[in-house]
C-alpha cells in the first residue's frame, strides 16, 4: 500500500518570505514523487517531481522540492513566496510498479501582501 | 494545442438520472484517471485504465461505470446508484510512470 500525508490544511505567510509546505510519504520499494498546484475551480497542474537522482529538484515558478528517503519526506519549497502562490497543493506517490498514484488532502497556501 | 479536456463544464442531474462525463486527451498517453473531489478535501480515485478496453476500479468505484474504447477517450457515467454525486470531478492522463495531466473539471450538482 501506499500513503501521502500533509500534516498541515493550512500555510500562512508573508509575501517575500521563504515557504515550506510538507510532505511524507509511505511506499514498497522506490517511490516517485510529485507536487501539483491548484486554483479555485480548475483542474490541477504539475510543478515538480523527484524519480532518481539528485535529491533536490527544480520546477515551475520557482519552487523546487528536496526528497530525503531517511525521513521519507519531499518537502515542496520557495525562496520568495508571491501573492499569486496563493492556492491548494497536492503531494503524491506511487511505486513504480504501480499504476496509480496516491494524493494527499492537500494544502490550502496563502501569501498575504 | 495538447491536452486534455472535459465537458460539460457545468452538470445537473435530477434523482435516477444517469448522467455521462466527457474525457478527451491528445496527447498519447495510455493511462487515464477519474478522480472525484469534494469541497476541502483531497482527489479520491474512481476508475483508472492503463490500456485500451481495460480499466480497474479505485478507491470509490461505487455508483460509476467508465468505458476504454479508444485510447484518446474515457468518458465516466455517474448511475443512479451513486446516492450523493454533487462533487468537482477531475480527468487525468499520463504516459507511463510520470506526470498527470489534469483536465478543467466538470461540477455536478443533483437537483
Known amino acids: 500500500a501506499q500513503s501521502v500525508a500533509q500534516p498541515e490544511d493550512q500555510v500562512n505567510v508573508a509575501e517575500g518570505n521563504p515557504l515550506t509546505v510538507k510532505c511524507t510519504y509511505s511506499v514498497s520499494g522506490n517511490p516517485y514523487l510529485f507536487w501539483y498546484v491548484q486554483y479555485p475551480n480548475r483542474g490541477l497542474q504539475f510543478l515538480l517531481k523527484y524519480i532518481t537522482g539528485d535529491n533536490l529538484v527544480k520546477g515551475s515558478y520557482g519552487f523546487e522540492a528536496e526528497f530525503n528517503k531517511s525521513q521519507t519526506s519531499f518537502h515542496l519549497k520557495k525562496p520568495s513566496a508571491l501573492v499569486s502562490d496563493s492556492a491548494l497543493y497536492f503531494c503524491a506517490v506511487r511505486n513504480t510498479n504501480a499504476g496509480k498514484s496516491t494524493f494527499g488532502d492537500g494544502t490550502t497556501l496563502t501569501v498575504k501582501p | ?111
Request: hydrophobic share 30%; charged share 20%.
Open chain 2, 1 to 111: 494545442d495538447g491536452g486534455i479536456t472535459q465537458s460539460p463544464k457545468y452538470l445537473f442531474r435530477k434523482e435516477g438520472q444517469n448522467v455521462t462525463l466527457s474525457c478527451e486527451q491528445n496527447l498519447n498517453h495510455d493511462a487515464m484517471y477519474w478522480y472525484r473531489q469534494d469541497p476541502g478535501q483531497g482527489l479520491r480515485l474512481i476508475y483508472y485504465s492503463q490500456i485500451v478496453n481495460d480499466f480497474q476500479k479505485g478507491d470509490i468505484a461505487e455508483g460509476y461505470s467508465v468505458s476504454r474504447e479508444k485510447k484518446e477517450s474515457f468518458p465516466l457515467t455517474v448511475t443512479s446508484a451513486q446516492k450523493n454525486p454533487t462533487a468537482f470531478y477531475l480527468c487525468a492522463s499520463s504516459s507511463y510512470g510520470n506526470e498527470q495531466f489534469f483536465g478543467p473539471g466538470t461540477r455536478l450538482t443533483v437537483l
